[in-house]
C-alpha cells in the first residue's frame, strides 16, 4: 500500500515538473519594431548609474540623425519651486562639454533643448546628465550617426502618423529601413539590399 501511494505521489510530481518546464517560456514575444536595434557604448554607465527620482528621463539612450540640429529631451521630475534642473552634455571618451543650461520642473515634467548638436561628432557617444541641487539625478547616452553610405527616402503612413520620416540607409552594416521623429531614431530594422540605392 505504502510503495503504490509513494509512486502515485512521484507520478503526480513529475508531471507537474514537466508542465512548469514546458511553459516556463512562453511569455508573448516583443512586437517588431518595439525597439531601434542601436548598438551604444558605455551603456553600463549608467546602467550601475544610482537614481535620484526627483529627475527622471523618459529614455535612456538617444540616437540622432546626422543631419539632426536640435536635441530634445523630456522627463518625470518632482516639483521645486526653490531649484532649478541643472544639465549638461558631454563627450563621453573625451570629457568635452557641449552644451549646459538649466530647465524648470513643470507639471512634473521637465523639458532639454540642446541646439548646439552640430558641434557633437558623428559616431560619437555623449552623456546628458540632469541633476536637483547635489542629487545625482539621472543620465541618458546620446549616441550621433554619421552620414550613411546611400540614403533613399520612402513613405510609411504608420510612422508618418506619428510625426515620423523613413529613409533606407546602407552602411558597413548592411540595408536598413530607419524612421526619424525630430531628428531622433524611432525605428529601425535591417532590411534586403536592393531597398538600398546602389552608387
Not at 558631454?90 to 541646439?115: H, M, P, V, W
Request: charged letters at 25%; aromatic letters at 8%; a negative charge.
Amino acid at each position: 500500500m505504502n510503495y503504490t501511494k509513494c509512486l502515485w505521489t512521484s507520478s503526480i510530481a513529475i508531471i507537474g515538473l514537466i508542465i512548469i518546464i514546458k511553459f516556463q517560456n512562453c511569455a508573448p514575444p516583443s512586437p517588431v519594431g518595439a525597439s531601434a536595434s542601436v548598438n551604444f557604448d558605455k551603456v553600463s554607465i549608467i546602467d550601475n548609474m544610482p537614481r535620484d527620482t526627483s529627475v527622471s528621463f523618459l529614455e535612456s539612450k538617444i540616437e540622432l540623425r546626422s543631419d539632426a540640429v536640435v536635441l530634445l529631451a523630456n522627463g518625470h521630475c518632482v516639483e521645486n519651486q526653490n531649484e532649478k534642473i541643472t544639465w549638461e552634455l558631454k563627450g563621453i571618451y573625451t570629457g568635452e562639454l557641449i552644451q549646459e543650461g538649466e530647465s524648470d520642473c513643470e507639471r512634473d515634467e521637465f523639458n532639454i533643448a540642446i541646439s548646439k548638436v552640430e558641434e557633437m561628432e558623428c559616431g560619437m557617444s555623449f552623456m546628458l546628465k540632469a541633476q536637483v541641487g547635489n542629487n545625482i539625478g539621472d543620465a541618458a547616452v546620446v549616441h550621433k550617426r554619421c552620414v550613411a553610405d546611400s540614403v533613399a527616402e520612402t513613405e510609411d503612413a504608420r510612422f508618418a502618423k506619428l510625426g515620423a520620416e523613413c529613409f533606407y540607409e546602407s552602411s558597413t552594416q548592411g540595408c536598413f529601413k530607419a524612421c526619424y521623429r525630430m531628428g531622433e531614431l524611432y525605428y529601425e530594422q535591417e532590411v534586403d539590399d536592393n531597398f538600398c540605392p546602389q552608387n
